[in-house]
Nanobody, 119 residues
Framework: QLQASGGGLVQTGGSLRLSCIAS????????IGWFRQAPGKEREAVSC????????YYSDSVKGRFTIAGDNAKNTVYLQMNSLKPEDTAVYYC??????????????WGIGTQVTVSS
């Protein structure tokens, strides 16, 4: 089970940190990440990380602004979002898989958290 939090309303250029707490065994979350869906758009992968090895993936649209990090002791993955833009406005979802494939084949999804960036 995945529980996401940390969304909110922020002005352009501001920052937010999303948190995703995973319950279960580490084998269930070999790869975990964040996806987002804006109104009228398809869901897209934002950033992912493997629970071992710290391999990361970032979409081009967030590279250099967002940072993903995991804390295995707390079963938590964070997404630090800086220099936010109005186009980052979306519902953000935490998702995971047990195959360690980055941002693909996610079979465990949490409830989304709304991020709104005002211009």
């Amino acid at each position: 089970q995945l529980q996401a939090s940390g969304g909110g309303l922020v002005q352009t250029g501001g920052s937010l940190r999303l948190s995703c707490i995973a319950s279960g065994t580490e084998d269930d979350y070999k790869a975990i990440g964040w996806f987002r869906q804006a109104p009228g758009k398809e869901r897209e992968a934002v950033s992912c990380i493997r629970s071992r090895g710290n391999n990361t993936y970032y979409s081009d649209s967030v590279k250099g602004r967002f940072t993903i990090a995991g804390d295995n002791a707390k079963n938590t993955v964070y997404l630090q979002m800086n220099s936010l833009k109005p186009e980052d406005t979306a519902v953000y979802y935490c998702a995971a898989n047990s195959r360690a494939t980055m941002c693909m084949g996610m079979n465990n999804w949490g409830i989304g958290t709304q991020v709104t960036v005002s211009s």
